[in-house]
């Protein structure tokens, strides 16, 4: 896929400041989308677990602490290395989404936090994390909301910087979007919600959960500009179940 290793490349030249961004607290992370990501995960003491697009292990480590057996794929060598120095017990691989070293059946719980969006080939990436689940596994997805994600900045502000609304154009093109901020620069793919959803319908996959999560009013109360989210919600998070018995889709 044309980009694919561009933005390896790139994720590799900001993995110490993206780094040190989660080291600031990522409040997207904690008071957005954390909450219903461990709510939708459930019960994970005892569970296997993969990670895709695990990066520097964050997430590994919290379903770690719950007692969850975690494992973590990605493609950034330097995440991997800080993962495995801050956590040494656990267990993370060098990998991409779209060709997971593991065999059939082999996880109960597949998570994406925010990588779908990160994968030049995500149709192939959601039918890998199909292919290891488990029949009666799950896929749990946190994810930009599509109509955040046709320009590299969703917000139009005023000429005082403040916010005035989301620009949404060329809906339906799939294409890829340069971020920067804070050091990082990387390449993300925009797609239609539809992509997702028609890709995971096309494995079997059933729909059990599924939220726009916004910070609760404490959080907000502590951040203001977090007040947006109520005005338009980046993210959302779903959970999806493979059916028992049922094979994943080549
Ligand atoms: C926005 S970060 C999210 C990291 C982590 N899930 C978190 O929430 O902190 C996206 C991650 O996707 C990884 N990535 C990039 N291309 C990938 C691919 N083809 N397959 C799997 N992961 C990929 C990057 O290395 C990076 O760690």
Redesign the pocket.
């Known amino acids: 896929v044309a980009n694919a290793f561009e933005?390896?490349d790139r994720?590799r030249r900001s993995s110490e400041a993206w780094i040190q961004h989660?080291a600031r607290e990522d409040v997207n992370?904690t008071l957005i989308l954390d909450p219903p990501m461990l709510e939708y995960a459930g019960d994970v003491a005892g569970r296997s677990v993969l990670?895709?697009?695990?990066?520097?292990g964050?997430?590994c480590r919290m379903l770690a602490g719950r007692g969850a057996a975690v494992v973590g794929v990605?493609?950034?060598p330097e995440?991997l290395a800080e993962a495995r120095e801050r956590d040494p017990a656990g267990r993370y691989v060098r990998g991409?989404?779209?060709a997971l070293p593991f065999a059939d059946a082999r996880f109960d719980l597949l998570v994406a936090?925010?990588?779908l969006i990160?994968?030049?080939d995500f149709r192939a990436?959601i039918g890998e994390m199909a292919r290891v689940a488990r029949p009666g596994g799950h896929l749990l997805i946190a994810n930009l909301n599509s109509f955040a994600t046709t320009r590299p900045r969703a917000w139009y502000q005023d000429e005082r910087g403040e916010k005035l609304h989301v620009a949404v154009e060329d809906y339906f093109d799939e294409r890829t979007i340069d971020l920067e901020w804070s050091g990082i620069s990387i390449v993300n793919w925009h797609r239609p919600f539809e992509a997702y959803v028609g890709a995971l319908l096309e494995q079997g996959l059933v729909l059990e959960a599924f939220a726009e999560p916004r910070p609760c009013p404490d959080a907000v109360a502590r951040h203001p500009a977090m007040r947006d989210e109520y005005r338009v919600p980046l993210f959302h998070v779903m959970r999806w179940r493979k059916g028992e018995g049922c094979a994943a889709k080549s």
């Open positions: 933005a390896r994720w989660l992370r990670d895709v697009g695990c990066g520097e964050r997430f990605d493609p950034t995440f991409v989404g779209e936090y925010l990588s990160d994968m030049p990436a």
